[in-house]
């Protein structure tokens, strides 16, 4: 079987990684409705099965996908976007200063990851501005959980061999929210990675680069990092709010304790999960941005939940 790995692409022509060097690939048609609910059959990440027709490759079975990242195609639209898949780690970016640890985007994204089966690595940017006593809590919260964060300087050169070295020959996604250091990261695991970037995005009217369309990158020594627009605002797709709780292994771990087995853990009598927050078990913060989260996937229950069939 002819394997390839989809680099980018939109509509029926991707570029695909296949034995070493990069093709067009035409999407057979069949496959562009293989599902009402998908936006796109295909994504960066993707594995597929090629054939030759004539002088051209044709993709003909996307292979299955071991996660995915995904978000409502458009707000309102019950319909799914697979920004990438079949990722090997996430990094969510944070940092200390300007912009200060904002832990409620963080453990979106982290119960996001964690339903995906995403290995996920926090980290903390910007340590050489210092950290503060409320950040260094939330810090001392993630580890204590089970978490692994780095904390991470590009200016005085702090634990970025350590990024570069989980980066190098896997797939790789890093996700922040603008002015956390992302691109001085990316460009100490690769020099070349941001002006590959740069090269393929578009110019706005206000003369800003907007990237269109989600994409993979090779770097320098083996591995592929993902660029992608708007996933830091990708919606929590196909996650029920009655779930959330088994995606907060603190929560998840705690809650055959409680009184109800289908305790939501928000208000209900017996509940060993507040319990556990009262007695300081559990991160108050965590506890906090699990209620905010729980309410989000609630009101919009019928936007983002959906059973797969």
């Keep these: 079987m002819k394997k390839g790995l989809v680099l980018y692409g939109n509509g029926t022509d991707y570029t695909v990684s296949y034995e070493g060097k990069d093709i067009i690939a035409r ?31 044709v993709i003909d079975q996307i292979l299955p996908r071991k ?34 640890l904002n832990t409620g985007f963080l453990d979106r994204i982290l119960a996001y990851s964690n339903m995906q089966m995403i290995e996920t690595k926090i980290i903390i940017n910007k340590t050489d501005y210092g950290i503060s006593e409320e950040e ?47 691109s001085s990261i990316l460009n100490s695991i690769d020099p070349d990675i941001n002006q590959k970037v740069k090269e393929t995005s578009t110019y706005s009217l206000k003369g800003k680069h907007t990237t269109k369309q989600a994409r993979l990158f090779p770097i320098g020594k083996g591995g592929y990092i993902l660029d992608t627009p708007g996933i830091r605002e990708f919606g929590m797709w196909n996650m029920d709010f009655e779930d959330l709780k088994n995606y907060f292994p603190e929560i998840y771990s705690i809650s055959p304790e409680c009184r109800y087995h289908n305790c939501l853990h928000t208000t209900e009598p017996g509940c060993a999960v507040i319990k556990a927050v009262e007695k300081g078990n559990i991160p108050i913060f965590r506890y906090e941005n699990y209620l905010k989260i729980f309410d989000t996937l609630y009101e919009n229950r019928n936007l983002y939940f959906k059973k797969d069939r």
């Design 136 to 182: 260094q809590e939330s810090i001392d919260g993630y580890r204590q959980i089970g978490f692994e964060v780095i904390e991470t300087s590009v200016t005085e050169g702090i634990n970025l061999e350590k990024v570069k070295s989980a980066a190098i020959g896997k797939i790789t996604a890093f996700v922040g929210n603008s002015g956390v250091g992302k």
């Design 27 to 57: 999407l057979r048609g069949k496959l562009l409705h293989t599902t009402k609910r998908s936006h796109h059959p295909v994504c960066p990440g993707d594995s597929v099965k090629l054939v030759e027709s004539g002088e051209e490759f």
């Design 67 to 100: 996660n995915k990242i995904s978000r409502p195609a458009n707000y309102g639209i019950r319909k799914e976007q697979v920004i990438a898949s079949n990722l090997d780690y996430l990094f969510v970016v944070a940092s200390v200063f300007s912009p200060k």
